[in-house]
């Protein structure tokens, strides 16, 4: 589903849900000016709240205790999609858009037309100034209506008898409350959601109050049956009216009428108003706050793609874990350099690393069947041969779901599983948002398929370890006359035959990165966390050149902080293209969490 498809489909909701209490609570009643701003705001909210993505922390199961689950490196599965170079503008664009764009630019041309009639009726009758409006008179006009500061009398009538002082109140009414403006709003929101039916039943709901107001302000001090008789006879004689003006005859006659003449006040008046608060509320929150489950969700520049590759952990209560080397996985190719990320946990100010995990601190729970399953062990398991191995066996063996090409649909799947104590593999099953297109039930038939491990130990003995995978799956379009992604106009290399490598491997850079980044004492106190992408440039000696963040700014010194460990890095091995060193930028993420 598009997101303009989701966006109205949330706006549907959301007005529908308002538009059905004012429905059974508020309709009918004769607290007129309350319904008239409670329609132009519930209107307003759907259409903006839809909009706002208010993240909120996930906190995960709310314990004290932190539980630790041994993650692969991502594994991300290029799909390659050819198209043509050049491509036109309507192939590009779906027949639903443009179906949609039609309907609104014809009822964008009906408003247009309907305003153009009525400045063609100004033109063409005699516009009297009385202030503070103009009387525009003719015998063109068969019923009396206002439009913004005009009111359009029949020249005809008389405006001194009673009928006609009345029916002239009735309009001055419109022109003081700004009814037009109201109608005006309406007119452009049906337009542009007209696939949305509860804007127009709003919208002929708003009418119909407009003409409430008006008529009891009217008739105030007068007399009630002479001014029902004079809705009647306007409604008989008026031949048509136009949408965005205010018409004395305006339909149905039945319930302008009934609420003229009724005089009962409904119990539980304040109640039913009141009670529109926690359902505003309830809409507010469950469509505008989103809970940011995804810790590593960075954030690029435009145009850049985003990568997630393994995790190190650096945490006073459990320590620095060991940094997963990072392989290149066969298929992953093109684009920039990406290398681990880096989560710094602080909870009291510099704490020394702590030794590796001991026996004491390995973490298990029991499964179904009331066997241990460990999540922190001394000796984590392995795939045979590696993560190199690793994520050449996903790459050979996982295909892109036909039904997942055709959508358009990639993302991330997170596969949970269970290495035995015998290596093999069990509880195989995917965790998180499902992506859909057949993405989950692939990596779960790879994972299944994936050979015995080498398990993991505790106290010296073999026991059944939880371990995730994340695969990314990733649809790249290539142009077929496209030239390939080399270097950018200023000679940086953005990708190579061999790209840079810190010495030491991705072990030695999470080492580096864990025991040279602390958490600033700004971010600290004001409690600031999140994901920070640093890009920079591996120069031909291997130097680090060109340090800057290319994620949305934090602040509270993590920007600076993350620069500053950059910029006193030991040299790279320089990437290497046709045999020679070249400058190329790398992308290094670093997550900051407060514990």
């Known amino acids: 589903m598009t997101p303009l498809l989701v966006y109205l489909a949330k706006v549907v909701i959301c007005s529908g849900i308002l538009y059905g209490y004012y429905h059974l609570a508020l309709r009918n009643n004769r607290f007129h000016q309350w319904n008239r701003y409670y ?23 709310g314990g004290g205790e932190t539980i630790y689950v041994y993650t692969s490196q991502v594994v991300t599965l290029r799909e390659q999609v050819l198209t043509p170079s050049r491509t036109s503008l309507v192939a590009s664009i779906n027949w639903s858009t443009w179906l949609y764009a039609g309907v609104l630019l014809a ?10 009639k009525i400045f063609r009726l100004v033109r063409g009758s005699r516009v009297e100034f009385l202030k503070p409006y103009w009387l525009v008179l003719s015998e063109k006009i068969t019923a009396p209506f206002s439009f913004f500061r005009y009111i359009f009398w029949n020249s005809r009538f008389s405006a001194e008898t009673s009928e006609g002082r009345q029916i002239l ?8 409350e700004r009814h037009s403006v109201d109608k005006f709003f309406m007119e452009l929101v049906t337009a542009v959601c007209w696939i949305n039916p509860f804007f127009h039943l709003i919208k002929r709901e708003l009418s119909m109050i407009h003409e409430f107001i008006a008529d009891r302000k009217a008739v105030v001090n007068g007399d009630v049956t002479e001014y029902a008789q004079s809705i009647l006879q ?39 108003r009141l009670l529109i608060l926690p359902l505003a509320v309830f809409i507010f929150c469950s469509l505008a706050f989103v809970a940011n489950e995804e810790g590593l969700d960075f954030s690029t520049a435009a145009g ?24 290149p996985n066969g298929r992953d190719t093109v684009g920039y350099a990406v290398k681990q990320t880096v989560v710094v946990g602080y909870q009291r100010p510099a704490p020394p690393p702590p030794p590796r995990p001991a026996a004491a601190n390995a973490q298990m729970r029991p499964d179904t069947t009331g066997n241990e399953i460990f999540t922190f062990v001394e000796i ?15 790459n050979q063996s996982i295909s892109y779901p036909k039904e997942a090409t055709e959508k358009g649909i990639s993302g991330t799947v997170f596969v949970s599983f269970v290495v035995s104590a015998m290596g093999e593999i069990n509880h195989v099953k ?6 859909g297109g057949g993405l989950e039930e692939e990596a779960v038939r790879v994972v299944k398929a994936m050979p015995n491990w080498t398990p993991g130990k505790q106290n010296g003995r073999k026991v059944a370890v939880q371990f995730n995978l994340p695969i990314r799956f990733v649809m790249t379009e290539v142009k077929k006359d496209a030239p390939p992604p080399g270097k950018t106009s200023s000679g940086i290399y953005r990708t190579a035959e061999l790209m840079p490598s810190f010495a030491g491997g991705e072990a030695a850079l999470a080492r580096y990165l864990s025991s040279n980044l602390r958490y600033p004492a700004a971010a600290r106190n004001g409690k600031i966390q999140g994901n920070v992408l640093a890009s920079f440039v591996v120069k031909e000696d291997g130097s680090v050149d ?26 790279w091995e320089p990437a290497m293209d046709k045999g020679k060193a070249v400058p190329a930028e790398v992308q290094v993420p670093i997550a900051f969490r407060l514990q």
């Open 39 to 61: 329609l132009l705001l519930c209107t307003v909210l759907s259409l903006v709240v839809p909009l706002l993505r208010i993240p909120l922390p996930f906190t995960g199961t």
């Open 107 to 116: 009822l964008l041309l009906r408003i247009a037309g309907g305003y153009w």
């Open 169 to 176: 109140r009735h309009e001055m009414v419109h022109l003081q």
């Open 234 to 272: 306007m409604a008989l004689q008026s031949r048509h009216s136009f949408s965005m003006a205010n018409s004395f005859s305006h339909q149905p006659i039945k319930r302008r009428i009934l609420m003229l003449t009724q005089s009962r006040h409904l119990r539980f008046s304040y109640l039913r």
């Open 304 to 327: 850049k793609e985003q990568q997630q590759p393994a995790i190190v952990e650096v945490s006073p209560q459990a320590g620095a874990a060991a940094a997963t080397p990072v392989t």
């Open 380 to 394: 984590p398991p392995t795939f045979i041969g590696g993560e190199a191995a690793l994520a050449k066996y996903l």
């Open 430 to 435: 995917t965790v998180g948002k499902p992506r």
């Open 546 to 571: 060109r340090v800057m963040v290319i994620s949305q700014q934090l602040g509270g010194g993590l920007e600076e902080e993350a620069m500053r460990v950059i910029k006193k890095m030991p040299k």
